[in-house]
């Protein structure tokens, strides 16, 4: 199954560099994650936390007059791995179509060797 074209192009881009330059990525991912819009920060209990992490993860995503989706995570800046996979994940992910993003499968990640 293809993945929205953003993000095969990520996944082909660090599936591709050696393991320092995933790690500078994967830093690079993580210290441009986005801040929690202002109209958010006092909502978290309308996010979705992500239960299987171990870094408290929580989730909004916003459906957009195109559209698509626009997601906004809320991840504590100690955890700087978590924020960067997320990032990746929102760079190519954010605008696409629900149906885009429900195809994605579990493992897309597995070409990038990030595990």
Same mark, same amino acid.
């Given at each position: 199954?293809? *993945? &929205?074209?953003?993000?095969q192009e990520i996944v082909d881009d660090i #599936?591709?560099?050696?393991?320092?330059?995933?790690? /500078? $990525? *994967?830093? #690079?991912? #993580?210290? $441009?994650?986005?801040?929690?819009? /202002?109209? *958010?920060?006092?909502?978290?209990?309308?996010? /979705?936390?992500? &239960?299987?992490?171990?870094? &408290?993860?929580?989730?909004?995503?916003?459906?957009?007059?195109?559209?698509?989706?626009?997601?906004?995570?809320?991840?504590?800046?100690?955890?700087?791995?978590?924020?960067?996979?997320?990032?990746? *994940? $929102?760079?190519?992910?954010?605008?696409? #179509?629900?149906?885009?993003?429900?195809?994605?499968?579990?493992?897309?990640?597995?070409?990038?060797?990030?595990?």
């Amino acid at each position: 199954m293809p *993945l &929205p074209p953003k993000l095969q192009e990520i996944v082909d881009d660090i #599936a591709g560099m050696t393991r320092q330059e995933k790690l /500078e $990525t *994967l830093i #690079a991912y #993580a210290e $441009t994650f986005p801040p929690l819009p /202002e109209w *958010l920060k006092d909502k978290r209990d309308q996010m /979705e936390p992500v &239960p299987e992490c171990m870094t &408290p993860v929580f989730l909004f995503a916003e459906k957009l007059p195109s559209g698509g989706i626009h997601f906004h995570l809320d991840i504590p800046p100690q955890s700087p791995t978590v924020r960067g996979l997320a990032s990746i *994940l $929102t760079n190519g992910l954010n605008g696409c #179509a629900p149906e885009e993003i429900i195809r994605v499968p579990g493992d897309f990640y597995l070409p990038m060797n990030l595990q």
